[in-house]
């Protein structure tokens, strides 16, 4: 079943086409890069052997333009798609179309992805495997909604059967709002998805999410990577993950473990894969199958030395799974996004005037940005991820607070301080971690530190020494290499030590 690809077309664009395209390259692949109008400058372009104009802006007509995917693949001679993650990652139809091009789909089989992209249906197969889900029922009937509310009790969630990415969702509070949430969900769902299909889940008080990393191959092999916990979410989208899961117990994650590998061989799944459940206190919920690589694949990387690209890269070859290594020590990620935490996290576009990137052991910095690049509205606002190793936790979480505050983007309004207040919060330290973490502790946040307009000292940067640009660290005094030696101590938060 061995098939020796040799160029791999990349359906996607950012942070994550451009990591796709370095592991391709390692692997030995050749590299096709998509893109759209208003990507025409953009890093994964430039890093691609190839590159296609697929389309306009609108991400309709380009990165969910499955017709000129395939056909870019065809004209280019790839034998291979990588779809990332997002934009077609999880549409059974374009698994469809790449296999029926006589073109491999680096993922799992349309039909498995179907099933388990449909929440009812994955619920089903979990329930079949005898995993525990999350208590529900599948009808949006009222009556049946009322006597289930009554039986676990208020709050409850309802969810959009098609639901995905923190979409399709909405907590009813109390009785007198089921009836009106139900039609509204439903009419969501339709207006979202094209699907209106709903279905109902106890609403736990206080879960954390954890996630397990599974890799299934052609020849019916297996395995797990471990947990991500990812329980510090905004609007239930992740913003910081880690792995360990901090004080996960080793017969709950082999628990867990379990759950994933039952799921995922049921369900008939290859290449990566994600199980996430809802854990609370010593019981853990299965929430989903995300059938493709995760945002925050890079903190399992870090513990198991490996890169999970590659893997995707070699199951689809026709290569077999190994039970991987033990794990060692700890990373944790942050995403940095282009939205403003102080005004509500309103998403931000800009040009890249300044541009620092952290570094030192365990630091790694996965994102498409250049100084210049641009920052446009069409796309979602993920600027990069910040992920830092350790020997343990607090040496991982240590690197991250510094890498953070090395770390200086002008021109595009973003959320580093914010993550970094987070990561060297004392509750962040003490992993008082829950989905409600950020409700708990980090509502209302604002910036520490002088109020100083970014775009002002960007200017003072480029105008005052041409050295900026090199974006230089701080150098002694007697140098005043960097320009940031003439602000004092202004720091875009706090003070410089
Ligand atoms: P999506 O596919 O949109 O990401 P998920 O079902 O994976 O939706 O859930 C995303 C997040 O929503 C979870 O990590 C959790 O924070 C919250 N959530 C989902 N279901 C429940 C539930 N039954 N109780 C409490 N929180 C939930």
Redesign the pocket.
Known sequence: MARRLKKLLVANRGEIALRIIRSARVFGLKTVAVYSAADATSAHVGAADEAILIGPAEAAKSYLNIAAIVAAAKQFGADAIHPGYGFLSERPEFAQATADAQIVFVGPRPEVMAALGD?VAARRIAVAAGVPV?PGIETAEISAAREFAALVGYPI?I?AAA???????RVVAEASQLETALEAAAREATAAFGDGRIFI????AH?R?IEIQILGDDHGNVVALGERD?SI?RR?Q?IIEESPAPGLSAEMRAKMIDAALKLARAAGYTNAGTA?F?VESDNF?F??VNARLQVEHPVTEMRFGCDLVCEQLRIASGGKVDEPAAPRGAAIECRINAEDPEHDFRPATGTVLHLRVPGGPGVRFDSHLTSGAEVTPWYDGLLGKLICYGADREEARGRLVNALGEFSLLGVTNNAAYLRDIIASDQFRDAKLS?HFIDSFFSGWRIGGPEIDAAIVAALITAGDPQAETGALPQNNNQRRSPWDGLGNFELWGSRK
Do not use: A, D, F, I
């Not at 639901?163 to 969702?169: A, C, D, I, S």
């Not at 889940?201 to 736990?204: Q, S, V």
């Open positions: 929440k999350v969630l969810k639901g995905g990415g923190g979409r399709g969702m889940e106890k609403y736990l879960p999410h990812c979410q239930h992740k996430e809802l919920y929430l989903e989905t």
